[in-house]
């Protein structure tokens, strides 16, 4: 079996290569809340991409103005459709990733969204938004548009108490302690607890515990629990 490292100075890398290495670190989707935002605001038969960066099966995408595509009339004859808003990866392309849209199959109930299967030189589909276009519709309106867009971030790391990266914003399952973990300066870590999980002892903050005791020589009830209280008493104290 060869073995390939890469990249290296001075030597020729290809695009796959390249995004094949990217796509092992970042996920696909949008970097920030508002990259490549989807809208429609009643001015035609379109829908509109905000700007923004994102990572779309590890090739980077930077879009610097606001993107319109169009959507084809209603259909008529009562019959609804559900077009998709997507970015094409698309290397014989330029650029290689190109925003279109995919035209649903009209139907008169239940109209389901388009297959987002590959075809042509097409080599992968990041879907954005659905469009769903009425049996008459000759605008989009905003409330017609539904955001399909994923978000972009690290995979979820594997490591031992020993062996934890070093790194800012690190999420993942350390195996000496048999937790979830997180960082955000790559130093302090702290333990990532399901809201579903019961509360321990070890779980509960010095503060906490000093309200707790002075709660029991008051006399107050004290109560901790998973969720908030229906009927808290005046003067009782809980945690959830």
């Not at 695009?15 to 092992?24: H, N, V």
């Not at 009643?42 to 319109?68: Q, R």
């Not at 998973?226 to 009782?236: C, I, L, N, R």
């Amino acid at each position: 079996m060869a073995i390939s490292a890469y990249p290296k100075p001075s030597t020729t890398i290809s695009t796959d290569q390249f995004r094949d290495f990217f796509r092992q670190l970042i996920t696909t989707g949008g970097v920030t809340a508002g990259a490549l935002a989807p809208s429609a605001d009643s001015s035609g038969l379109t829908v509109k991409i905000a700007p923004g960066f994102a990572v779309i099966d590890g090739i980077a995408v930077n879009s610097t103005a606001i993107e319109s595509r169009a959507i084809g009339a209603g259909s008529g004859g009562g019959l609804s459709r559900i077009d998709t808003l997507v970015a094409n990866l698309d290397f014989s392309a330029t650029p290689i990733v190109q925003f279109a849209v995919i035209a649903g199959v009209p139907a008169a109930t239940g109209a389901a969204a388009p297959s987002l299967a590959l075809s042509g030189s097409v080599v992968y589909r990041w879907p954005i938004a659905n469009i769903a276009v009425s049996p008459t519709a000759s605008t989009i309106l905003a409330g017609n548009v539904t955001d399909r867009r994923t978000f972009s971030g690290k995979e979820v790391g594997v490591w031992t108490t020993t062996s934890r990266p070093t790194v800012a914003n690190a999420f993942g399952l350390n195996t000496t302690l048999g937790i979830l973990e997180s960082t955000i300066d790559g130093a302090t870590w702290k333990q990532v607890i399901s809201t579903g999980d019961p509360v321990v002892a070890t779980q509960i903050s010095a503060a906490q515990q000093l309200l707790l005791n002075v709660g029991r020589v008051n006399g107050a009830k004290i109560s901790v629990q998973e969720t908030a209280p229906t009927s808290p008493a005046v003067g009782d104290l809980w945690f959830w």
